[in-house]
């Protein structure tokens, strides 16, 4: 048991999330150590540090919660590694190089990524992984679906790439090889064992997806709706506290609901 309270801060502290992990961290037990904002710009009703610069955030804390925007993930990676603050990330849109700055850091400190912290997305893509190996490309059109928000600046969603990855790992397929996504126009016929994606935005939505699978005969639909985005931010804060004292190694929300054990 450790007696200190851990101590959370948060990167993008006015955003969506961000302002409801503010609730959800004291809620969890934990104390909130600060924040950043795009410039340091205090955080109306909330009576915290708050810092332009993650590394100041970084040494006032022992993990760090962020939700905020791709072009931050490079810089983070490099002042939670150096800082050695372990970072527990949500942000999603990441492009390769971004994702190899996370991969690096995650060589330094522990990090738990996740695309969604949800733990029914957590399960719905671990099934997709599992209907990807049982149901095979050639007789099985995998389509993913997606629905959020008119605000949301990323497409496919985070969370519609790693259903669409985890339907390409459970065929061992790579998704890069197979992808389908925004088609438009004349794109001629379905590639055979193609994953598709299709991205829908408007008003409020928080969080749909549905993985579906059709074949001549029979179609299959997971379908998972957020209706708060407080799941997220209570999912973030279990897995900030389950990455307390755990090695540095790159983790994800399977690991932190246990989901792997045995297997
Ligand atoms: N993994 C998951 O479970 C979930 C992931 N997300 C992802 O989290 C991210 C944030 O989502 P959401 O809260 O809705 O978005 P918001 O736009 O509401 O919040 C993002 C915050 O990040 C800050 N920010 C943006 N750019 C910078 C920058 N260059 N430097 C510093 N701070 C910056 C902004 O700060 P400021 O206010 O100062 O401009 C803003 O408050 C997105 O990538 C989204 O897809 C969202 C929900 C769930
Ligand atoms: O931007 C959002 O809102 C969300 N983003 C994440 C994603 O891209 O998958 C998670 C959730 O769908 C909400």
Redesign the pocket.
């Known amino acids: 048991m450790n007696a200190q309270p851990l101590r959370i801060g948060i ?8 302002r409801l992990l503010a609730e959800e961290v004291p809620a969890g037990g934990a104390v909130l150590a600060g924040g ?4 340091g ?1 205090p955080v109306a009703g909330l009576d915290c540090p708050v810092h332009a610069h993650i590394a100041d955030l970084a040494r006032e804390c022992d993990v760090v919660i962020d ?6 993930v490079a810089a983070h990676a490099t002042a939670l590694a150096e800082t050695g603050t372990a970072w527990v990330l ?4 990441l492009s390769p190089a971004q994702q190899q700055a996370v991969d690096a850091a995650a060589r330094q400190v522990g990090v738990v990524q ?5 733990p029914g997305v957590t399960l719905v893509t671990r099934l997709a992984r599992q209907m990807g190996a049982a149901l095979p490309g050639s007789d099985y059109d995998a389509e993913i679906l997606e629905m959020h928000h008119r ?4 497409a496919p ?3 519609a790439l790693a259903m669409g990855r985890a339907v390409a790992d459970g065929r061992g397929i790579r998704l890069e090889d197979h992808i389908e996504s925004g088609r438009d126009g004349h794109t001629g016929p379905r590639a055979d064992g193609a994953i598709g994606f299709a991205a829908l935005r408007g008003g409020q939505i928080v ?1 749909e997806h549905s993985v579906i699978f059709t074949s001549g005969h029979e179609q299959i639909v997971l379908t998972h709706r957020s209706f708060d ?1 407080r799941v ?1 931010a209570t ?2 804060v279990r897995a900030a506290k389950w990455l307390r004292g755990r090695p540095a190694g790159l983790y994800d929300m399977e690991d932190v609901l246990d989901l792997n054990a045995g297997s």
């Not at 939700?67 to 931050?72: D, K, M, N, P, R």
């Not at 949500?90 to 849109?93: A, D, N, R």
């Not at 996740?114 to 949800?118: E, I, K, T, V, Y």
């Open positions: 990167a993008g502290l006015n955003g969506r999330v961000g950043t904002t795009r410039d710009t939700f905020t925007h791709a072009s931050t949500g942000t999603t849109g996740a695309a969604n912290f949800s605000q949301k600046v990323d969603s985070g969370t969080g985005r997220y999912g973030a």
